[in-house]
């Protein structure tokens, strides 16, 4: 690629961002300055801006926007015997990478987890709609960990955790690092 650049002077994005810094852009702010933006020749300029702008917040190749990481922890205790919640929902324009699934069983039962995503909320999914990630199982106490690989959750899609035990007294404990990358 040359070393044309667009004028700054021209480009909106400059404008509407310039009271913000690199580590402050939101999502919700790239998607609404983008959003309509057409893939023809007569936008190149903003294009060529946009790119500039990820690469300047260090979100090129879909790595995860700085400061956005979450460890999200869910602990349940007395749950009926298969029971699944819904861990993580996107807002639209988000994507998220999961990097690690946790679980940690409290009591002295046989328990199970599944981790599913799902492209319905949870209140109508069925097994049409869900597909499993992951599956851990074991006899408390006991602790269980994995790295899934490149594992994106984005919207409308959401991430779901079904614990299914022996003992609806004993407490579970699932954990999961997701990282914003859009």
Not at 19 to 30: A, P, R, Y
Not at 63 to 88: A, H, W
Not at 168 to 178: A, R
């Amino acid at each position: 690629m040359s070393n044309y650049a667009p004028d700054p002077k021209k480009e909106q994005m400059y404008t509407n961002l310039q009271n913000k810094t690199l580590g402050n852009v939101e999502s919700q702010d790239i998607q609404r300055l983008t959003d309509p933006t057409f893939i023809q020749a007569t936008n190149q300029d903003a294009l060529i801006t946009y790119n500039a702008v990820n690469n300047a917040a260090f979100r090129m190749g879909g790595q995860p926007i700085p400061n956005r990481q979450l460890i999200l922890v869910k602990t349940v205790t007395g749950i009926e015997t298969s029971t699944v919640f819904e861990v993580l929902t996107p807002a639209q324009g988000e994507s998220y990478l999961v990097s690690v699934l946790n679980w940690e069983i409290k009591g002295a039962n046989t328990n199970n987890v599944n981790w599913w995503i799902s492209n319905q909320p949870l209140a109508s999914s069925s097994s049409s709609t869900r597909v499993r990630i992951s599956y851990m199982s074991g006899t408390g106490p006991d602790l269980g960990s994995e790295l899934p690989p490149n594992l994106y959750v984005s919207y409308p899609n959401n991430l779901q955790v079904q614990i299914v035990v022996t003992n609806t007294s004993d407490t579970n404990v699932v954990s999961y690092v997701v990282n914003q990358i859009t």
